[in-house]
């Protein structure tokens, strides 16, 4: 295998590890998803096993991307952002950074809150800070149960229980950023 190829390869592991912690999805539930096993998926995300084009399609299929976001084929000349969205489970994700691993950025559109039904809190390894561009949020996190509307942000550890959706009858648009490797993300003001 050339240098190239194997660089590709190195990358695979974490691109598939971020796709799947920006669902909230478990490995478990990727596993039935893709009808891989747990522990592949596992091994794939580690990097201790190269992926094959077998495996590959099924998780691009699943995270709903194309597979050159898999193995991180990047068109050149062109410095653009090629957004892609993604519809999970009603909301819409725009990817806004197209590397993997460090901070993830989001573009995130909630529904309307009457397409919501009760708050189901999840957890998951990292930070997450987001900012209301639009609309107003429902933001559950442990026991406090806050109203963010636009202009205003959050940053919270991620391994706390959390739900986050539209406060209002309009759809919500968030700016996210994720860190996954523990990294937080800081909102610096300027001094008055």
Known sequence: ????????????????????????????????????????????ENGKRRPTLEQLLPLARAHGVPLDDLVGYRHTGDPRV???????????????????????????????????????LKTHEGYEWFYVMNGSVRFVLGDQDLVLRAGEAAEFDTR??????????????LLTLIGLQGERAHLTVSGD
């Open 1 to 44: 295998m050339d240098d190239d190829a194997s660089a590709v390869l190195e990358g695979v592991g974490q691109r598939l590890r971020v796709l799947r912690r920006s669902r909230g999805t478990t490995l478990a539930e990727l596993a039935g998803e893709t009808g891989l096993t747990a522990s592949t998926l596992s091994r794939l």
């Open 160 to 173: 706390l229980p959390h739900w986050i959706g539209s406060a209002g009858e309009h759809p919500a648009e």
């Open 82 to 120: 090629h957004l892609r969205p993604v519809a999970r489970d009603g909301m819409t994700f725009v990817p806004l950074t197209r590397r993997a691993g460090g901070i993830q950025v989001f573009k995130v559109v909630y529904p309307p809150a009457s397409r919501w039904g009760e708050p189901a």
